[in-house]
C-alpha cells in the first residue's frame, strides 16, 4: 500500500491501522488485538467505522491483485504440468481423466470470459452513443 493510502488514514489510530492490517492478511480477530495491545471487540467496533472499513477493503483488495500477478505469472508453467499430468501414462487414470477434464474446463471458461467481454464492449458502445445522442441500430 502506497504512503498516501495510509496518510488518506492518519485519523485511524495506528495500532487500529496495524490491527486492521493484520486482519486483512489473515489474522484472527483475536490474533490481531493481541498483537497490537487492543481487545478483539474493540478492534471489530473499528472496522464498523467507515475509514476503517475503506481502509481494509482496499487492503484486501491490494491482496487480491497480488495473488492474482502470482497466479498470472506460474499460469504457463502450471498449464504445461496439467498437460504432462493429463498425457502421463505414469498416472493413474483417474488422475489424467480429472487434469483432462480441467484441461478443457478452462478452455470452456476462457472462451465465455472472451464473448462476454465482447459483448460488454458491444454495451459499451451503444452506451456511449446513447450518451452521445446517435441512432442506435438494434
Not at 467507515?50 to 483488495?61: G, H, M, P, T
Not at 498437460?83 to 470452456?108: G, M
Not at 476462457?110 to 442506435?136: H, Y
Amino acid at each position: 500500500m502506497s504512503d498516501n493510502q495510509i496518510n488518506r488514514f492518519d485519523s485511524l489510530p495506528p495500532a487500529i491501522i496495524k490491527g486492521l492490517t493484520l486482519c486483512a492478511n489473515g489474522s484472527t480477530w483475536a490474533d490481531a488485538a493481541a498483537a497490537v495491545g487492543v481487545k478483539p471487540p474493540t478492534l471489530r467496533r473499528w472496522y464498523k467505522d467507515s475509514r476503517a472499513e475503506e481502509f481494509i477493503d482496499s487492503l484486501v483488495r491490494e491482496n487480491i491483485n497480488v495473488a492474482n500477478n502470482l497466479l498470472t505469472s506460474a499460469a504457463p508453467r502450471l498449464a504445461d504440468e496439467l498437460i504432462k499430468v493429463s498425457l502421463d501414462d505414469r498416472i493413474k487414470p483417474y488422475a489424467r481423466v480429472q487434469a483432462i477434464s480441467e484441461c478443457f474446463k478452462i478452455l470452456r471458461e476462457n472462451v465465455l470470459e472472451q464473448e462476454q467481454r465482447k459483448q460488454l464492449q458491444e454495451i459499451r458502445r451503444t452506451l456511449q452513443a446513447i450518451e452521445d445522442g446517435k441512432s442506435i441500430d438494434v
